[in-house]
C-alpha cells in the first residue's frame, strides 16, 4: 500500500463546477496535510494546509480531514480553466524516524481539467 | 519576496559527466530537500538535510551525492551521470519542526543526459 494515494484522474469538470480532489494515507500518525498545485512545466505551489479535522476554507477552495478515516480533500468552487492543474496531496508522515520531524511524502497527483 | 532559487532551468550533460545542480533559498529555513519529478513516478526524495553539514538518505539516493557548507544552499551531485537521471530536479526548503507550513520549491531544473 503506497503510503499516500489520490484519485488517479485525469479529472474533468466544467467551468462553474465543484472540483473534488480525494487524498489517503496510511499512517495515523501523520499529523499536517498539504494541497499543491502544479502547472505544467512548473514547480508546485502550495495552496492549503490543514492540521485539525474538520474544514478548512480559503477563497473558493476548502480542504477538509478526517483522521479517523484518513481522508484527505480539497474541493475547488467555481471551478475555472485556470485551475486546471495537477494536484498534489503531501502528508507528514509520523512514524518516520525524521530528525526534522518534517518531510513529507507526495501523491502521484490528480490532473484536473476545467473545460470552458 | 522569498525565494527558493535553483542555478539552471535546463542542462544538457553527457554521460559520465560530474554534474551539479545548485539551490539557494533565502528564507532561513534549516531543511532543505532535493526531489526528482518523473511522469508516472510522482515526485522522489533524493537527499534532504536539516541543518549546515548534516544530510539524510532519501527514497533514492543512489547515484547522487549532496553538500550544505552553508545555510541556504543545499547542492545536488551526480558523480557520473547517466542517462536514466535524465529528469526534472526540484529543490525544496521548509522550517524545522511540525508543523512547518509546507515546502518551498525551486523553479526546477530539468536535466538531460545523452
Known amino acids: 500500500q503506497k503510503e499516500v494515494e489520490q484519485n488517479s484522474g485525469p479529472l474533468s469538470v466544467p467551468e462553474g463546477a465543484i472540483a473534488s480532489l480525494n487524498c489517503t494515507y496510511s499512517?495515523?500518525?501523520?499529523?499536517?496535510f498539504f494541497w499543491y498545485r502544479q502547472y505544467s512545466g512548473k514547480s508546485p505551489e502550495l495552496i492549503m494546509f490543514?492540521?485539525?479535522?474538520g474544514d478548512k476554507e480559503d477563497g473558493r477552495f476548502t480542504a477538509q480531514l478526517n483522521k479517523a478515516s484518513q481522508y484527505v480533500s480539497l474541493l475547488i468552487r467555481d471551478s475555472q480553466p485556470s485551475d486546471s492543474a495537477t494536484y498534489l496531496c503531501?502528508?507528514?508522515?509520523?512514524?518516520?524516524?525524521?530528525?526534522?520531524?518534517?518531510?513529507?511524502?507526495f501523491g502521484e497527483g490528480t490532473q484536473l481539467t476545467v473545460n470552458p | 519576496d522569498v525565494k527558493v532559487t535553483q542555478s539552471s532551468r535546463y542542462l544538457v550533460k553527457r554521460t559520465g559527466e560530474k554534474v551539479f545542480l545548485e539551490c539557494v533559498q533565502d528564507?532561513?529555513?534549516?531543511?532543505m530537500f532535493w526531489y526528482r519529478q518523473d511522469p508516472g513516478l510522482g515526485l522522489r526524495l533524493i537527499y534532504f538535510?536539516?541543518?549546515?553539514?548534516?544530510?539524510e538518505k532519501g527514497d533514492i539516493p543512489e547515484g547522487y551525492s549532496v553538500s550544505r557548507e552553508k545555510k541556504e544552499r543545499f547542492s545536488l551531485i551526480l558523480e557520473s551521470a547517466s542517462t536514466n537521471q535524465t529528469s526534472m530536479y526540484l529543490c525544496?526548503?521548509?522550517?524545522?519542526?511540525?508543523?512547518?507550513?509546507?515546502?518551498?520549491f525551486g523553479s526546477g531544473t530539468r536535466l538531460t543526459v545523452v
Open positions: 525544496a526548503s521548509s522550517f524545522y519542526g511540525i508543523p512547518n507550513y509546507g515546502y518551498t
Open positions: 499512517d495515523r500518525g501523520s499529523q499536517s
Open positions: 490543514i492540521y485539525s479535522n
Open positions: 503531501a502528508v507528514n508522515i509520523g512514524r518516520r524516524r525524521e530528525t526534522s520531524g518534517s518531510r513529507l511524502t
Open positions: 528564507m532561513d529555513h534549516e531543511n
Open positions: 538535510s536539516y541543518d549546515v553539514k548534516m544530510k
